[in-house]
């Protein structure tokens, strides 16, 4: 009987889930601590789930359809795999290849993103228009110059003839003309996606050539749904031609629009100083932890927490005042415009919990895991969704939902209940001490103002620079966590080697929380990570390195910003003869997929770190990652190794430079327009 115990208790061991070494799980010492303190505590985070569930060998390359009850049909790929018999040899029941399943799933990847992304700006087209009219409390147009901007984007005239006298138009009736036209965008019967102008011409160019111009967004994610169904289209270049036609309407249609409705409604970011990591809870304070993407919401709420009344109630309660903080994409939004400092990226959402000093989490949408139910159950932090599309089924989550027309009482109703919850709060509180200063809240606009000062707001400086080679190009690096990979290690190693090879960042999502927490957004940091020609630019216009840009629907910034670089001249007439190339080192949310594929098919060279899930289709991959560029000038790479993946990015930006004919460094030379022309020519 003995023996049985013992072969029992042996067996429940050997199956018991296996923890994930702190160490090896993150390079972030804050994080290090809190999943130590998980195991003590007998919580299970995401990093404990990476060691024990393990991805499909088949999924992980995108070659299993499950788009119809024959199926699921799984092809792996075979040892004597042949390029030229693959399509007779290798087909599920209805005969679809590896390249269309692949290929399929690739482009359903792209509307999802593009869906996400898309919706969120849709719900602040809605919340604009109802500013617009007046029809809500708490929101108004803060930023008149941006809306004056944009309007005659959106083909809104700003101003009026009047008796043969051209005037001023009402600003509130160019609100409501601009939200409404901003509204159409997802559905309008015909047309194309006014925002594709913006472009440079040559870009938008090959899009028309390509057939490519996102008529509607909606549109485009309900197509690649129909093309994707069984047995509709079974090539791989025409699905994913649709698939380009969809990222096109998010990154320069929902994306874009989210990006410059919100500037408009809650101002545009400039500089401003702040702190990141879980070091910013305070044990003191009402600790309120804001996570998601859309911030409707969460501006009101910290448009609330400033209010005397606020700023009083947590005294009542044993508390010093409020400190709210963000996860993910939302805490971008409020760190850009407000300085609400960031307590974490994507796989620190647990972890915050884990602290025991998180009264209230506040979620909205994207990028929320399920089990923070499970893990606030461990605590008394009040875990809420906001969002009528995004509920979770456990019991202890409350669900406030989110009107705009009662926005500051709804956001008051939360900021109450994380109050009354601080007495709540046990002694076992342990907040780790690691959080790094930094100095966000870049946009366009705000980059021209630095480097061309207010009466020279341009992009000019940036180009001479990068001419002159004191500047090497741009990288683009972005995106989220994925507990696949060391969290944060490839995002801070790529980002290193671009600094240290004089190649500027401009980053957005979950790579710029990261960079905010190793100290690579602050001016200082040019000093010791870059090389001699950067670190000169950042000590002379005072910016740091690495530039952040926002959330993910900002990644539209970087579209503008690149655009702004291109009219500046000197460096082509396209984006695609930029000295540029994108990132996403460690990605995992279909939105990447969707965010990669409009910066390849603008023109960009982009790199995926991880995997892909094309790589059990190499036919529909060679495709992806080589034809694509002869139609659009940008592709797809991937590269797992971080430093082998910054390298290939300067080797791009190299062979464009050589392209332009300013391979060879130079003294700084100031160049004026006929010089730049000259260089184009
Ligand atoms: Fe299999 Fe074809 Fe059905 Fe996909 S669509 S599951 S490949 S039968
Ligand atoms: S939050 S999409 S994990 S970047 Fe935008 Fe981070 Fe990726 Fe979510």
Not at 47 to 63: S, T
Not at 102 to 107: C, L, S, T, Y
Not at 440 to 451: D, K, P, Q, T
Not at 499 to 507: E, G, H, M, P, S
Request: charged residues 25%; negative net charge.
């Amino acid at each position: 009987m003995a023996e049985e115990k013992k072969a029992a208790v042996a067996k429940k061991v050997a199956k018991a889930p296996k923890l994930a070494d702190p160490i090896a799980a993150s390079i972030d010492p804050a994080s290090q601590e809190m999943i130590q303190r998980s195991h003590d505590l007998g919580i299970e985070t995401a990093f404990d789930r990476a060691v024990n569930l393990k991805p499909c060998n088949i999924g992980i390359q995108g070659i299993c359809c499950k788009n119809c009850a024959m199926g699921p049909c799984r092809l792996p790929l075979p040892k004597d795999y042949n390029e030229t018999t693959d399509i007779e040899t290798r087909k599920g029941i209805c005969g679809a290849s590896a390249n269309t399943i692949a290929a399929r799933n690739f482009i359903r990847m792209i509307a999802a993103g593009t869906s996400a992304h898309s919706d969120h700006g849709r719900t602040v087209a809605e919340v604009f228009l109802a500013a617009a009219k007046k029809e809500t409390k708490g929101y108004e147009i803060k930023d008149k110059i941006k809306l004056l901007e944009i309007a005659p984007h959106l083909n809104v005239a700003t101003t009026v003839e009047v008796d043969g006298k051209t005037l001023d138009r009402d600003i509130d009736e160019i609100a409501v003309e601009v939200g409404e036209k901003a509204l159409a965008e997802w559905g309008k019967p015909e047309g194309e996606l006014l925002y594709l102008k913006r472009a440079p011409e040559a870009r938008y160019e090959i899009w028309k050539k390509n057939g490519v111009l996102p008529r509607n967004i909606d549109r485009e994610v309900v197509e690649v749904m129909h093309r994707t169904c069984i047995g509709v289209d079974q090539d791989y270049k025409n699905l994913i031609k649709q698939g380009t036609r969809a990222s096109l309407a998010d990154g320069w249609g929902g994306s874009m629009l989210a990006t410059d409705l919100q500037d408009v409604l809650f101002g545009t970011p400039y500089p401003l100083a702040s702190e990141g990591n879980m070091g910013v809870m305070k044990k003191d304070h009402v600790n309120v932890v804001i996570h998601g993407h859309e911030p409707v919401l969460s501006e009101m709420i910290v448009a609330v927490s400033q209010k005397k009344e606020m700023l009083d109630y947590p005294k009542s309660k044993g508390a010093k005042g409020i400190q709210l903080s963000g996860i993910c994409c939302t805490a971008n939004e409020i760190l850009q415009r407000h300085g609400v400092p960031l307590c974490g990226t994507f796989l620190q959402q647990e972890l915050a919990i884990i602290t025991g000093a998180c009264d209230a989490m506040v979620v909205d949408v994207q990028c929320i895991f399920q089990n923070l139910a499970n893990v606030a159950k461990c605590f008394h932090t009040k875990l809420i969704t906001t969002h009528p599309i995004a509920k979770m089924e456990q019991e202890n989550v409350l669900h406030i939902e989110f009107n705009e027309h009662y926005a500051l009482e709804d956001a008051e109703r939360i900021l109450k209940l994380a109050i009354d919850n601080f007495q709540n709060r046990s002694d076992n509180v342990q907040i780790p001490q690691h959080k790094s200063p930094l100095v966000a809240g870049f946009s366009v606009e705000s980059i021209a103002y630095h480097l061309g000062g207010t009466f020279r707001g341009t992009f000019y400086t940036l180009n001479d620079n990068i001419i002159n080679g004191r500047i090497r190009g741009i990288g683009g690096v972005v995106g989220c966590n994925n507990p696949r990979s060391r969290h944060n290690e490839n995002h801070i190693a790529i980002v290193k080697e671009l600094i240290k090879n004089d190649v500027i960042v401009l980053t957005t999502g979950c790579n710029a929380i990261a960079c905010a927490m190793e100290g690579l957004l602050r001016p200082e940091s040019a000093q010791v990570f870059c090389g001699p020609g950067l670190a000169e630019v950042c000590e002379t216009v005072g910016i740091p390195p690495v530039l952040h840009l926002g959330s993910c629907v900002d990644n539209s910034r970087i579209l503008l910003a690149a655009t702004e670089v291109v009219k500046a001249g000197g460096l082509g007439n396209d984006l695609c003869d930029l000295p540029a190339a994108g990132s996403a080192p460690e990605w995992m949310s279909e939105k990447a997929i969707a965010i990669g594929h409009y910066f390849v098919t603008s023109g960009v060279y982009t790199l995926f770190g991880g995997t892909l899930p094309v790589v059990g289709a190499p036919v529909f991959q060679k495709y992806l990652f080589e034809e694509l560029e002869k139609v659009y000038g940008g592709r797809w790479d991937l590269e797992a190794d971080p430093i082998k993946h910054a390298r290939k990015m300067i080797a791009h930006i190299d062979k464009k430079r050589k392209a332009l004919g300013i391979d060879k460094a130079r003294d700084r030379v100031l160049m004026d327009m006929t010089d730049r022309q000259a260089l184009d020519a």
